[in-house]
Nanobody
Framework: QVHLVESGGGLVQAGGSLRLSCVAS??????MTWYRQAPGKQRELVAT???????SYADSVKGRFTISRDNAKNTVYLQMNSLEPEDTAVYYC?????????WGQGTQVTVSS
């Protein structure tokens, strides 16, 4: 069983920064992913990190967002810089373990212009 809890969202002006955290209790999958969902849009993948530290990003956030993890703390981070109004969304943490999907409750990020 996995329980994911996100934090760190908030309201920020365009060009600002936020750091999201996702703490996993219990086990966690080898791959941890941040997704986001804006109002009226489908949920989209933002960034992924494997247990070995390999990362991948959506084209829309490359060069602005950085995903990292602290395995000792069972925590995954998403550092978001140069935020744009288009980044406004609920951000979710996800992992897959034993063929089951686990999601956090989400944290709201709002970027004002």
């Amino acid at each position: 069983q996995v329980h994911l809890v996100e934090s760190g969202g908030g309201l920020v002006q365009a060009g600002g920064s936020l750091r999201l955290s996702c703490v996993a209790s219990g086990s966690s999958g080898s791959r941890m992913t941040w997704y986001r969902q804006a109002p009226g849009k489908q949920r989209e993948l933002v960034a992924t990190i494997t247990s070995s530290g390999s990362t991948s990003y959506a084209d829309s956030v490359k060069g602005r967002f950085t995903i990292s993890r602290d395995n000792a703390k069972n925590t995954v981070y998403l550092q978001m810089n140069s935020l744009e109004p288009e980044d406004t969304a609920v951000y979710y943490c996800h992992t897959l373990l034993a063929q089951k999907n686990y999601w956090g409750q989400g944290t709201q990020v709002t970027v004002s212009s």
